[in-house]
């Protein structure tokens, strides 16, 4: 039987999968799989999120005005120059599509996000990957990736799973590195939490010329990740090619009500941004107390390298911890099958899942 053929590349796609919320004969998880606010969204967010029932028979404000009038106020950004999205995931795949095809090279960095080279085959493009140096993206590596045939190249800073980053000076010199026709797209999807002084999550690069995007999201310290609401910050020309291929109403009401709410509750962002302040360090050192690697992150998680030992390694421990009701994320698909994510969580979650890895190493 003949059957509709799709594009090359697309049965080349693993499908991503999400962290999961949920555990067979558990009615109570914890769930520290997918990086989400610990602390939820700001309340006043939750009121936005309500406010806007009685008007759900409206389409949205297809321009994301009032949202983007208050991102440029609180960042100091040029708001003709914002585009809102479905979350950063469709903005990523949209400036694929937008400028890669096939015949096309995406590049990226070896653990770095799972949506870019999904983004990339997406857009009949190849996805390239190059080598990091301890868990960190390579300016280097990635240079020397450069062929004609690149046209973007993803660097997620901080990065998703390994917490780590690029500094300012680093992130320029990658710029500088890149052929002018090469589009360099910062995923800063965790900059809210950096407090580092030598890190700059990429507007200082998207302002100096007209090839360099910052994208953002609200699923992270603003914690509306069920809403799907992402920005990125262009260069003009970079804008208006976004605004002629996203779809007219990309964003719920309801996501740019809670939105706005969000970022005008700063007193909200920086109790987040404390809490992540004092948990991630605990979190960092009562699991390397325990034995097991952490590698040093920026974010709101840490990535524990496990030994490969048998019934002590990654899958054991994740078996383990799921049996006590605390899910965390493995690795494998990254291709770090040594290792799980933890999310930084509530003060019970964070004593819960160091008190269970302890007890599985029996220390």
């Avoid at 914890?30 to 939750?46: C, Q, T």
């Avoid at 050192?285 to 034995?291: D, F, I, Q, S, T």
């Amino acid at each position: 039987m003949s059957v509709p053929t799709p594009r090359p590349g697309i049965m080349e796609i693993t499908p991503y999968v999400g962290g999961e919320s949920a555990l067979a004969g558990l009615e109570r998880v914890m769930k520290l799989s997918s990086n989400e606010g610990a602390l939820g969204p700001s309340p006043r967010a939750v009121e936005a999120y309500r406010s806007v029932g009685a008007e759900i028979h409206r389409y949205p404000d297809g321009g994301a005005h009032r949202l983007r009038r208050a991102l440029a106020a609180r960042y100091g950004l040029d708001a003709d120059r914002i585009v809102c999205g479905a979350g950063s995931d469709e903005l990523i795949g949209l400036l694929c599509r937008a400028y890669a095809g096939a015949g096309d090279e995406v590049l990226y960095s070896r653990h770095g996000f799972l949506m870019y080279p999904i983004a990339a085959r997406t857009a009949d493009a190849a996805p390239v990957a190059a080598d990091e140096t301890d868990l960190t993206a390579n300016v280097d590596a990635l240079l020397a990736k450069v062929t004609p045939r690149t046209r973007i190249c993803f660097v997620a800073n901080p990065n998703n799973p390994t917490g780590t980053y690029l500094t300012a000076d680093e992130m320029r010199r990658l710029r500088d590195g890149l052929p002018a026709h090469v589009l360099l797209v910062i995923d800063a999807a965790y900059a809210e939490y950096v407090t580092r002084n030598d890190y700059e999550p990429g507007v200082e690069l998207v302002e100096a010329g007209s090839n360099t995007v910052m994208t953002r999201t609200f699923s992270k310290i603003h914690a509306l990740g069920g809403l799907r609401l992402g920005w990125a910050y262009c260069p003009a020309n970079v804008a208006d090619v976004l605004n002629r291929v996203r779809n007219p109403f990309n964003v719920s009401s309801a996501a740019l009500a809670a939105g706005l709410a969000a970022i005008e509750d700063t007193a909200f962002t920086e109790l987040s941004r404390a809490h992540n302040e004092y948990w991630l360090p605990w979190l960092s050192e009562r699991v390397a107390a325990l034995g097991l690697t952490v590698v040093p992150s920026v974010g709101n998680f840490i990535l524990v390298r496990f030994p490969t030992t048998a019934g002590r390694d990654a899958k054991a421990a994740d078996a383990f911890l799921r049996a006590r009701g605390i899910i965390v994320r493995g690795m494998g698909g990254y291709g770090l099958p040594d290792s799980l994510r933890i999310t930084v969580g509530r003060e019970d979650e964070n004593l819960a899942v160091v008190q269970a890895l302890a007890e599985f190493l029996g220390v």
